[in-house]
């Protein structure tokens, strides 16, 4: 029961995260690219952009999630070089903010993840589980 709770838990998390990274790109990556001539409507979708990488930089473990997953250091790398107005400051303290959360709450070894507690999982539970879980890596929650 465990398993299928940590697997359910995963893929909840794993869904969260893509439809966080679809938005972002969608709402404010693409624009960016697509506007990439027009320096004043530019602006608006750059200040858009960090301000929402801004605003994840309260959660922590989100952060490094997504961060392990759509790496925010290569869009970070195409809105720079898209614009030249962007204030550097702020890049240098979101990627600080995306490296301090990775050294805080980045992936745990072997050692320090914790067996579940409930050992009641019959193989039978096991092979319930949809084949979508048996494709979804280890998850720590």
């Known amino acids: 029961l465990c398993v299928l709770l940590k697997?359910?838990?995963c893929q909840a998390k794993k869904a969260?995260?893509?439809t966080c990274h679809n938005i972002l790109s969608t709402c404010c990556v693409q624009p960016i690219l697509e506007n990439s001539g027009q320096e004043e409507g530019l602006n608006v979708y750059i200040e858009d952009y960090l301000q929402i990488l801004s605003a994840f930089l309260s959660e922590k473990h989100f952060l490094v999630y997504?961060?392990?997953l759509f790496p925010i250091e290569d869009d970070i790398h195409i809105v720079t070089q898209i614009s030249t107005n962007i204030d550097e400051t702020r890049i240098w303290f979101i990627l600080d903010a995306i490296s301090n959360a990775g050294l805080m709450f980045g992936?745990?070894?072997?050692?320090e993840k914790k067996p579940c507690q409930?050992?009641?999982v019959t193989d039978q539970q096991i092979k319930a589980l949809p084949e979508e879980f048996e494709?979804?890596?280890y998850c720590e929650l």
């Open 66 to 68: 997504y961060n392990d």
């Open 16 to 18: 969260l995260v893509k």
């Open 135 to 137: 494709s979804t890596p």
């Open 107 to 111: 992936k745990k070894t072997l050692e």
């Open 118 to 120: 409930d050992k009641t």
């Open 7 to 9: 697997s359910r838990l």
